[in-house]
């Protein structure tokens, strides 16, 4: 279950590592401008890397291991499926308040109406998820939120966006 965690933990690392590098590239018009969305352009302009996506997503996951709990983003078919769950009956509840509320932001921002910028990276995922289906579900031991499409292309980008996994180390 840890290993769950630090794979999380490893994306969002990941995308607060990365995104310095791209964002300069982004401002002065590199090679990365040029494939870059209006929204990535603006928020590589932008003094401050503060997001709104990125807090919602790192308040989401420190609430859920708060609880007990794990948050797991894998790659299916037709898109991803993120699973976030704790196996204390008595902090359900908990999870699925942290993964609902994150989802309200999701939903929040694919509507533009969420309060703040988002960083480059998000931009980009956004600019995704906007073309795909996304559904929410309770469980009884937490919540399931899907990200799907029937285009092959736009799959193929939901499966780059996800964690990849470390491989097991040979003993």
Known sequence: MRARFQHGAFAIATLVVLAPFVAPQLAAGGPAASLASECEKKAAARPTPECVSC??????????????????????????????????????????????????????????????????????????????????????????????????TLVRELHRMAPRPKPKPTP
């Open 55 to 152: 807090d919602a997503s790192v308040s989401c996951l420190e609430r859920v291991t708060a609880a007990g709990g794990t948050a797991e983003i894998i790659p299916i078919a037709n898109g991803l499926m993120v699973i976030y769950n704790t196996g204390m009956t008595k902090r359900v509840a908990e999870v699925q308040n942290a993964a609902m509320e994150r989802w309200d932001v999701t939903d929040q921002i694919m509507a533009g109406k969420a309060e703040g910028h988002l960083c480059a990276s998000c931009c980009a995922a956004r600019t995704v998820l906007m073309k795909a289906d996304r559904q929410v579900y309770r469980t009884s031991t937490g919540v399931v939120a899907m990200v799907t499409s029937d285009d092959f």
